[in-house]
């Protein structure tokens, strides 16, 4: 699918803060801070500077909206897991993304793993979450460009030792080279046409 437009909505804290308008589909992006969630969402719509990017760790508070093609939401969520933080940070960051995932708004969660990295116990628990509440996810790893074939195939096995997963129901991105923006488009596309 090509984007032609992606522009900031808003950012959002509580539910009644959400847009107002229709949009068919809602695309979420969750991960641990640092992941990489703005930079892939600058790189598969093709605007450098749409999602803001930063070099603390947590500084995503605010569940970000942007309308793609008039049609859709990519929807930036506030990353986890970050030791830093203020415990009471971390609970309001937690209660703001727990009443986003359970709303009843249509969408798809794609949950970032940075493949360099086994999954941390908050991304189990994520999976977990979502798993429960039967909300629809995919798994995206970022970063790939920092690791050979090799690494890449050592990591992943590590990773299978957390995770059940098959390698052709994920995807693989790089925000340096745009590794996997045709994949995330083209299921995008799918789910849009078809539904999950």
Known sequence: MNIK??????????????????????FAFVGRSNVGKSSLINSITGRRKLAKTSKTPGRTQLINYFIINKEFFFVDL?????????KIMKEEWGKTMETYLASARQKLVFVLLDIRRIPSEDDINMLKWLEHYEIPFKIIFTKVDKLSNNEKFKNLKNIKKKLVFDNSDVFFHSALNHTGKEEILNYVETVLQNGI
């Open 5 to 26: 437009q992606a522009d900031y909505v808003k950012s959002a804290v509580f539910e009644k803060d959400y847009p107002e308008e229709v949009a068919s589909y809602e």
């Open 78 to 86: 506030p990353g986890y897991g970050f030791a830093k933080v203020p």
